[in-house]
């Protein structure tokens, strides 16, 4: 079960910091994984916006870099998206999504690339960047 929070209504350029409490998987458990932060504006497909692989490796999507941290906490089986200088364009649903791997590494500029490759979701969390 992945669980969201931390989405809501921000200013332009304000921030935000998602969190999702993954339970249920033992994450160490596997060769390696990549966990990560999906977004869909209304009436657009999902995006992949930020990709953390087992080994703190991070990827991000252009229109996020500089802007975007993510971020683990193993002990606490726990996903962070940190956003400043959120933009209009930012708003949307924004989904955690993990991939496992029983062997090999996790590519996570692939996962970034191909969203189909994760194996659970989470319901999501709305953000909303309006003045």
């Known amino acids: 079960q992945f669980v969201e929070s931390g989405g809501g209504l921000v200013q332009p350029g304000g921030s935000l910091r998602l969190s999702c409490v993954i339970s249920?998987?033992?994450?160490?458990?596997?060769?390696?994984?990549?966990l990560g932060w999906v977004r869909q504006a209304p009436g657009s497909e999902r995006e992949g916006v930020a990709i953390?692989?087992?080994?703190?490796?991070?990827t991000y999507a252009n229109a996020v870099k500089g802007r975007f941290s993510i971020s683990q906490d193993s002990a606490l089986n726990t996903l962070y998206l940190q956003m400043s200088n959120l933009k209009p364009e930012d708003n949307g649903t924004y989904y955690c999504?993990?991939?496992?791997?029983?062997?090999?590494?996790?590519?996570?500029?692939?996962?970034?690339?191909?969203?189909?490759?994760?194996?659970?979701w989470g319901q999501g969390t709305q953000v909303t960047v309006a003045s």
């Open positions: 953390i692989a087992h080994d703190d490796t991070t």
């Open positions: 999504a993990a991939r496992f791997m029983e062997e090999g590494p996790c590519d996570s500029d692939d996962v970034l690339e191909n969203i189909a490759l994760f194996h659970a």
């Open positions: 249920g998987y033992f994450l160490h458990g596997y060769s390696s994984y990549c």
